[in-house]
């Protein structure tokens, strides 16, 4: 039987990460319509709280000369993935694109997926390793225990260093926050610091 309760597990959290912003890069994960607006056909209700600490950021990274990475869930009709969720984030339409809040700007970079990681069939790692040559990682943005999560151990999984801002990622309950939470800290080695704001970018 699972048990009724159970003890949470401690986390690390980094009181503040310095990254050089020549080896770091910000991704911002499907901060769409369909996640982040109220109208939105899979909203969570804890997005919308993100988007200007995900903005200070990005704002931040763009001065530094860091690069912003949008992912964009982007399917096509009948995907698979609609049997699991419904429709959503449909090619071409509303609820796929970037919430107006943070409309990617010249510069930035999109990136379409098809999966909760942004690594699966897309360029993004040849991207970062090859053209970009960024090996440190700031994710933010929706669904913390999936697609965020998902990005995030891929992203280790080749090595990648990553840093996770608490308020600058959402999901649908306590829970999978924290869930997600405790696999980039004991799983993935990722540093975790309460706000976009611990996180500095210094040489
Ligand atoms: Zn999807």
Redesign the pocket.
């Known amino acids: 039987m699972l048990p009724q309760s159970i003890q949470l597990p401690e986390i690390t959290i980094h009181e503040k990460v310095s990254i050089d912003p020549a080896r770091a890069a910000v991704i911002v994960v499907d901060m769409q319509n369909d996640f982040a607006h109220p109208r939105g056909r899979l909203f969570v209700p804890d997005a919308p709280k993100t988007i200007a600490n995900i903005a200070r950021l990005i704002n931040r990274a763009r001065i530094h000369g860091v690069p912003v990475i949008y992912t964009q ?1 982007w ?1 096509m009709k009948e995907d698979p ?1 609609f049997r699991i ?1 419904g429709e ?2 449909v090619a071409g339409t509303w609820g796929a694109e970037i919430v107006d809040e943070l409309k990617p700007l010249e510069g930035d970079i999109v990136i379409k997926k098809l999966r909760y990681d942004a690594f699966y069939g897309t360029q993004l790692e040849h991207l970062l390793s090859r053209v970009l040559r960024r090996d440190v990682l700031i994710i933010t943005g929706t669904v913390a225990n999936i697609c965020v999560l998902h990005t995030a151990g891929s992203a280790a999984l080749r090595w990648f260093d990553i840093v996770v801002p608490i308020d600058g990622i959402s999901a649908l309950t306590q829970f999978d926050l924290y869930a997600a939470l405790r696999q980039v800290d004991f799983l993935y080695k990722g540093r975790i610091v309460r706000s976009v704001d611990n996180i500095e970018f210094t040489r």
């Open positions: 869930d399917h993935e969720w959503h984030a």
